[in-house]
């Protein structure tokens, strides 16, 4: 079947009652390469869409610059676990098929393929941000476009911070090569002795730590030089007696993923080992400038053990990644204006009582346009408060400058019973919740680190309270992590709540993290690994039997990934039974829509801007379409992947609050549907195109419109319960 065309097999079957199991059937039997796209693909298309972004002349100039970078750092971590997970498949004899049909190698020559295209476009875009940084007096120099002055002052820059801490290495049978640690910025040399001719290969490892580009000091405009043009420049004085016969600089990336043995005992250990054994992963990829001499790229090739298609020839700047070093706080007219988050009103209502504030009604706050503070009040205030009796707390994210680690020690030290869930397996947070791992147990924290089999990926805090006689419990549900920092730049929700049902099960979800007693008889949530699969699928199920009724169906989800083949299944089952699914994925999405006779009533988007989409959304229409207040509403902390259902503790909460409900289905999904100017809508084979403004329509921003209008369940009596839900969402229309 054609991308975009027709597949006979399902537009031949009679949309009626007797042929259910025929459109089921006819789905099963489509080659996986007809109904999904590929993952790592995916991934790339939408590392493309960050990188275009930089090309966006809606942003300032240096913020482009930034997205430029965040497109260097992706595609970076893509090759230490994703591409590393591919390679080592490929060395083990792995021939097991991806969801679209793929055997490791065969993915991995296109994902190089594609990434080659990408690492071009990034050097074209680099190039281009440069000549305009130029035009606002921001240089990056070469060598020969130092004055005298500035040649004087770098050389003396170099004396003093530089040479000190480069160390030559003679390449030879005296001296083994090096072992080069990950993302290592090294340079390679070709010499020769003056006095007998004696040829010889040197590298010069450059410390982490040396800033890639310096500023030279001006008083009228910003100049860069790279820290390996200041070392080109002065490489007498580092090989003295020797003559350069030709230099480069390269970069590798090594395999970072961490296997675990499954019987570990204990996991601490055994992530601290694991983290050392990272930095000596394999080579996954050697980036070699294209000045290097392939004399000296053939050595390199042959020492670092790299496969000929792990090797890169760059022309143009190694480590775009590294480009926001050149972002300065000298030009705020070159970046987004600061954006300083609300403080609910409805807290403020309470004089700042968070527990009152939730007592008195549900509450969602929607970072970043709402403070993170409020999620930090009520740990805080939980950990001062002589009528709280226990804190239970997942952790997976938390920072380096932690103030909900703060508050656990405090409750702890005032002697209240404090549990502590702490994700190990965090992708490169590893050592700093290690950390806080043992400040917390110090501070008689009761820490749990989960089990080997499943990652601890839900956001709950719990806080027990005591109250006339009783024991009454605060929850927090989030769909991103306890992190000051993400909380500034990635969309996500709080939900304040003291429903007691949705307390119960939590409580349920942290006992079985503590002592592996399963979950039974939830009231209202549900749990991964247990339950939300199926649930989901129960949902699309019943919106495919209203529209089997002839009733309005249809489904909005919001997700950071979509690529599981059941879910995704039960989605196309849907569309053909004329249930209208709109999905909005900002990543990965292996899902074909818009295919005649498959998927023609399933829409993808992808929004990509100034904040970085995060929060899981999910609303059924429940027989009243969409938007409706009769529609089912959901926050999760789970993504739509195999991972998140099967070895991952998630959590799936359903919303019942009328103002929440309306907030986040009204506001939220209705802004992101609506968005105009930063939003793509993907084709079937996985392409996407910038969303066009139709005729007659103002264009429209989702991040503009909530940094400057109050979300609905936190904005209290100061602004007035009596306040439009939003201009955009019609009620009305979907209900009938």
């Excluded at 700042?352 to 007592?359: E, V």
């Excluded at 804190?391 to 030290?413: F, N, V």
């Excluded at 979800?509 to 690994?529: D, H, I, Q, R, W």
Aim: net charge neutral; proline share 5%.
């Amino acid at each position: 079947m054609a991308d975009g065309g027709t597949n006979s097999d399902i537009e031949q079957t009679p949309h009626c009652e007797g042929d259910r199991k025929a459109i089921v059937n006819a789905i099963k039997k489509l080659k996986p390469t007809d109904k999904y796209l590929n993952r790592e693909l995916s991934w790339l298309q939408f590392n493309m869409r960050v990188l275009e972004e930089a090309e966006n002349k809606r942003h300032p100039l240096l913020e482009r610059v930034r997205f430029l970078s965040i497109s260097g750092n992706n595609l970076d971590e893509f090759y230490m676990v994703r591409v590393a997970g591919l390679r080592g498949q490929i060395d083990a004899g792995v021939e097991i098929l991806s969801d679209d049909g793929h055997s490791p190698l065969q993915q991995l020559k296109k994902v190089n393929d594609v990434a080659e295209n990408l690492m071009a476009r990034q050097q074209q875009i680099w190039a281009a941000l440069s000549d305009e940084m130029r035009e606002q007096d921001i240089s990056i120099l070469a060598s020969e476009e130092l004055s005298k002055d500035e040649t004087t002052w770098v050389r003396d820059h170099f004396l003093n911070n530089v040479l000190p801490v480069l160390t030559p290495i003679a390449v030879d049978p005296a001296h083994p090569f090096p072992f080069i640690p990950n993302l290592g910025f090294t340079m390679a040399l070709s010499l020769k002795r003056s006095n007998d001719g004696e040829a010889m290969v040197a590298l010069l490892p450059v410390p982490a730590h040396l800033k890639r580009f310096v500023r030279l000091p001006s008083e009228n405009s910003i100049r860069f030089i790279s820290l390996e043009r200041i070392i080109t420049m002065f490489l007498g004085d580092l090989f003295p007696g020797y003559k350069i016969k030709g230099s480069g600089v390269f970069r590798i990336i090594r395999d970072s993923d961490i296997e675990i043995e499954e019987e570990a005992e204990d996991l601490v250990r055994v992530f601290e080992s694991a983290l050392k054994r990272r930095k000596r992963g394999r080579v996954i990829r050697l980036k070699v400038e294209a000045a290097m001499p392939k004399s000296l790229r053939k050595i390199l090739v042959a020492r670092l053990g790299a496969d000929d298609d792990a090797v890169v020839v760059v022309q143009g700047i190694l480590g775009v990644n590294e480009t926001n070093q050149l972002i300065t706080d000298d030009r705020p007219d070159l970046m987004f204006k600061p954006y300083h988050p609300r403080y609910p009103e409805r807290v403020r209502d309470f004089s700042g009582d968070i527990f009152k504030a939730i007592a008195a009604k549900d509450f969602v706050v929607h970072h970043p346009y709402e403070s993170f503070e409020v999620v930090h009040l009520f740990l805080r205030q939980a950990a001062r408060d002589p009528n709280v009796v226990a804190i239970k707390q997942t952790l997976y994210r938390a920072g380096s400058q932690s103030m909900i680690i703060g508050a656990l020690i405090e409750a702890a030290e005032a002697g209240k019973s404090v549990t502590a869930v702490v994700e190990l397996k965090a992708r490169f947070d590893e050592a700093q919740n290690i950390k806080w791992a043992r400040d917390l147990e110090r501070a008689g924290v009761h820490v749990v680190f989960g089990s080997i089999e499943l990652k601890t990926h839900s956001k709950v805090s719990m806080v027990v309270r005591r109250e006339k006689g009783k024991l009454t419990s605060y929850m927090h549900f989030g769909t991103g992590n306890y992190h000051p920092i993400t909380a500034r730049i990635y969309t996500d929700m709080s939900f304040f709540t003291a429903d007691q049902a949705l307390a119960r099960d939590a409580n349920k979800m942290f006992n079985y993290l503590t002592g592996y007693v399963e979950p039974v008889a939830l009231e209202k949530l549900k749990l991964s690994p247990f339950n939300i699969r199926d649930h989901l699928k129960e949902l699309i199920e019943r919106e495919i039997e209203f529209a089997r009724e002839g009733k309005p169906a249809a489904v909005w989800v919001k997700l950071n990934s979509l690529l599981d083949s059941k879910i995704i299944d039960k989605l196309y089952e849907a569309s053909q039974n004329g249930v209208q699914v709109d999905l909005i994925v900002r990543g990965i999405c292996t899902i074909r829509p818009g295919i005649q006779g498959l998927s023609e009533n399933i829409r993808v988007r992808s929004i990509v801007g100034r904040f970085l989409e995060h929060a899981r959304i999910c609303c059924f229409g429940n027989g009243h379409g969409l938007p409706s207040r009769q529609a089912k509403v959901f926050i999760s902390s789970a993504d739509w992947m195999p991972r998140n259902f099967d070895r991952r503790v998630e959590t799936l909460v359903p919303i019942e609050n009328p103002t929440v409900h309306d907030q986040i289905m009204g506001q939220v999904m209705a802004a992101n549907l609506k968005d105009t100017e930063q939003s793509w809508t993907m084709n079937a084979d996985g392409s996407f195109n910038k969303v066009e403004i139709p005729e007659g329509e103002d264009p429209f921003i989702a991040h503009h419109y909530f940094m400057n209008n109050s979300s609905l369940s936190g904005r209290g009596t100061a602004i007035g319960e009596s306040a439009p839900i939003m201009p955009l969402m019609d009620y009305g229309q979907a209900d009938d």
